[in-house]
Each structure stands twice: as C-alpha cells, then as structure tokens.
C-alpha cells in the first residue's frame, strides 16, 4: 500500500515546512517538496491543501475498562481508542492496576486481556504498583522487560492505592536499576481523608467539597515529598496530572536545580476551574461531572500552567481521560462527595482544546505537536516509532484542517459518557483524515477503523 498525502504543511516539535507526505507499508517513506516527481502509482492520494499535517496525538494518560470508586470506568478499549481517534490521538498509554498482594505479572496480563481484541489505536501500559515486597521489587524487572518501563505510584487514596514513603524510596530504588520511571500522584493523601471525614461529618456533601478537602497545599507537599525522594534515589520523576501553581513551583525549583523531574498537566486544569465543581443554580449536583483529582483549582492557576508549558516546565498535556457516566456512576455520590467516582472524559477532545490555545497565541504549532505527541513519545520510549513525522516512523498522521468550524455535544462525540464538559462549545479545528501506520481510521469525522487493529507498544527504558 502506497499513499500519498500532498500539498499540506507539515508540523513538527522543531520543524514547519511544505511537504508531500510518502507512506510505504505503514512508514513515513519520503518527505519531498513535490512528489509528482517520483516514478509509480499510488493507491491513494489525500488532498491536504490548505491544511496541517501532525505526527498522530499520543495520550500518555488513559483509564479505560478501570475499576474505580466502585464502578468502573465507561470507556473500555474499543470505545475509549475509537474516541481517541476521531479526535487525532493514534496512540493511548493506560495503566495497569496491581491488586494488593497480587503480582504484576497479574495485573499486566488482565490489562492485556482488556485491550486485544478491542483496541483502535496503538496502546502501551504503565504499571501502577500498589504494594512492593521483595518478590515485587524483584518482578519490576520482567516487567520493564515485558515494555511496560513506567511504574505508577500514589500518595493519596489510604488504603487502596497509597504506598507509605518508604515503600515509594524502594520502588524508586528499584526503577532506577532497570531505568524505568516513576510517574507519581502527588498528594499528601492521609490528610485529606481528614477533611473529607470532617467535611461530612459537618454535613458539606456537594461536589464542590471535593475541591475544598483536597487543597493546592497537599498538592505542593506530594510533589515536594516525590522530587526529594527521587533526589535521594537519584532517579527521575514525572509528576502526573499536576493542577496547581505550588505543585509547579516545586517543579520548576527541581528543575532549576538540575534534577530530572518533569510534569504533566491536563486540559481539565487549563480550561476548567473550581467554579464548574459548584454546579449550577437549579442543581449543586451537575458538578459532579468535573470531580476528577487532583481537583480543578481556582482560575488563576491557568496562566501558570500555561507559563509552566510555555517554558518547559511542563512538558506533556495528557488527559488522564476517566469517564464515568452520570446516571448511575457519578450519581453514587449523590449525598456524599466522597463517593463521586473521580475522573472526567477528554481523551477525544484534546487536540480541540490545545488547538484553541494556538489560535490564542498561547502555543506555537510546534509546541502544540511537542506537548501532544512528540515530548510522550520521548519520556515514555516509544520515540522515534511515534511521535514525530520522519522517515521510518510509523504513518501516523492527522491531516489537520484548521478552518473546520464544529460544537461539541456527548451525543456526537464518540466516548461513551452520557455528558460533555464541553456540550455546547464551538471550535475550530478539526482531523480531515486520521492515519494508523499507513491505513485510515478517520475521514472527515467518520471512523473506518476495527476493533482489534491496534497494536500493544513495547516502551523502550528512560533514556533523556
Ligand atoms: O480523577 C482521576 N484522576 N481519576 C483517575 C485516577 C488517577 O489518580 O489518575
Ligand atoms: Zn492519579
Ligand atoms: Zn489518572
């Protein structure tokens, strides 16, 4: 199969230049100023006049078919990639869960199960680990081996996902022996049952108390605690979902100091804010549908979060995509907070909300690639298969049509949530085309791909 993608402007993290695109057997082929110029036929040609041409998107932060809060997430691997990919994200990392006392190996092989079969797009793992004894110490390594080099752990959630410090200090140990990496959940999470226990008790039950017990504070704190332990490991850290000014402050201090420390953020915590966690006047309850956690902060944290990705201190927007449908999901914390299961839906409208940030001058076109595509594929070993558009790269590619005017509604979206955070908004700015390792999955907003045609990644180990 040999296509041809001519006449678009291709972007990358470094690069903005007029191309014609070759694919071969699933690979970037060539890159030439005019390919009329080569000998052979093409079995297809895709017109990308007038329009950008991105390496596909890469998630580096999905719960799909996720036990959680009591339910489980609503989006498994068919639907969950399908989204993905109607929105130009070509490649998913999700996380394996690690049940208490069980092996890793377990957990690896349920998430394995989960997403064959199912899966659209390309998809790799993270493992979260929730408990490390020796033997699971030990197993990091056959792990790692297996491609799944990032190890998960949490500060929050007490008795459930919570791993005491030295614990966190053994794995980091560990990581650092297989040049794995520690992806962290920083937040002083004993503390904050405290205030949930005592919020309750005083009788705050609306959504709004999940941001008022979980305070930038214990953000800041986890994240310190996490960049000092790893200094003390001398390992790297990536700081998950990180929401608030404090928690980057911790990181920009970090990294000002040398350290190998680097952050995510999330759309939620660029475009959302505490005031959506109030509801609306008729119902305190509609704000169930941004309790996700961290939880969405007050709105003058989103200039430093942009800063923060403006000037590298961030280096990846992922979305930490975790859909729970109100009805009967979300609905279980009707009357308590703290039963609200965390995590809001994005995974498909990423690139959406990024792309307004370039209109608006906050991103540069090669930014908006880095921080959706290319800066993943680096930290998480899957640079230069994914991630970039070079010749021998897989062929995945968005043809990016820039003018594309459309308003967003859970019905027309493909994630399969009963609610958008978004429902009404217009945009512009939309994939044309979405191409998985040369063949098409997405055409002008139609998803021509199968269940089962996405691949499991094996991550390379950290190599920045
Ligand atoms: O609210 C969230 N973030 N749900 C998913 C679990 C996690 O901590 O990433
Ligand atoms: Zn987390
Ligand atoms: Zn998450």
């Known amino acids: ?19 014609d695109v070759v694919v071969e057997q699933g690979k970037i082929a060539a890159l030439l100023r005019d390919a009329s110029t080569l000998t052979g036929s093409f079995d297809e040609t895709i017109d990308a006049r007038g329009q950008y041409v991105f390496p596909g998107g890469i998630d580096a932060h999905t719960h799909l078919d996720m036990p959680f809060g009591g ?12 989204a993905a990919a109607c929105g130009g994200t070509t490649t998913v990392i999700d996380f394996a869960i690690q049940q208490k006392g069980s092996s890793l190996k377990a957990a690896l092989d349920t998430w394995h199960a989960k997403a064959e079969g199912k899966a659209t797009a390309d998809y790799a793992f993270h493992m979260i680990a929730t408990d490390v004894p020796p033997p699971v110490l030990s197993e990091m390594a056959d792990v790692v081996r297996e491609g799944v080099t990032s190890f998960k752990l949490f500060m929050a959630y007490p008795g459930v996902l919570l791993l005491d410090d030295q614990s966190i200090f053994r794995a980091m140990l560990r990581a650092g022996e297989l040049d794995a990496l520690i992806c962290m959940h ?28 979980r305070p930038e504070v214990a953000e800041a ?11 003390m490991a001398n390992v790297p850290v990536y700081i998950v979902h990180l929401s608030a000014q404090r928690a980057l402050e911790r990181v920009m201090e970090a990294r000002d100091r040398g350290l190998p420390a680097y952050a995510e953020t999330c759309p ?17 309850f509609e704000g169930a549908k941004f309790v996700c956690t961290p939880p969405l902060r007050p ?7 942009w800063r923060g990705l403006a000037n590298y201190d961030l280096q990846v927007v992922s979305t930490d995509h975790c859909p729970f449908c109100m009805k009967d999901q979300k609905e279980l914390g009707r009357g308590n907070f703290a039963k609200i299961p965390n995590g809001m839906p994005g995974v498909e409208t990423r690139l959406y909300l990024l792309w307004e940030a370039v209109r608006e001058g906050k991103l540069s076109m090669n930014r908006f690639v880095e921080i959706s595509s290319t800066a993943p594929a680096k930290i998480f070993g899957l640079y230069p298969r994914k991630g970039t558009l070079a010749i021998g790269a897989d062929a995945d590619v968005v043809v990016w049509d820039p003018e594309k005017r459309h308003t967003i509604s859970a019905k027309t979206l493909h994630m399969r949530v009963d609610y958008s955070p978004l429902e009404g908004r217009q945009f512009v700015g939309a994939p044309s085309l979405v191409m998985q390792r040369g063949r098409t999955l997405v055409k002008d907003g139609t998803f021509l791909g199968k269940a089962g045609q996405g691949q499991f990644l094996r991550c390379g180990t950290f190599s920045l």
């Not at 002083?188 to 017990?213: C, F, K, M, N, S």
């Not at 704190?221 to 790893?230: D, K, N, S």
């Open 268 to 284: 939620q915590y660029l475009f959302f804010s505490e005031d959506d966690l109030r509801g609306t006047p008729e119902d305190e």
């Open 1 to 19: 199969m040999r296509t041809l993608i001519q006449g678009g402007t291709v972007v990358t993290a470094t690069d903005t230049f007029a191309a």
């Open 299 to 305: 709105k003058h944290h989103h200039d430093h979060l």
């Open 186 to 213: 920083a937040e002083t999470g004993l503390p904050i049952d405290v205030l949930v226990e005592r919020a309750l008790a005083a009788g705050h039950t609306a959504p709004i108390y999940h941001a008022l017990t």
């Open 71 to 82: 339910t489980t997430s609503s989006d498994d691997f068919e639907t969950g990639t399908r």
């Open 221 to 231: 704190t986890g994240t310190e605690r996490a960049i000092a332990l790893a200094e």
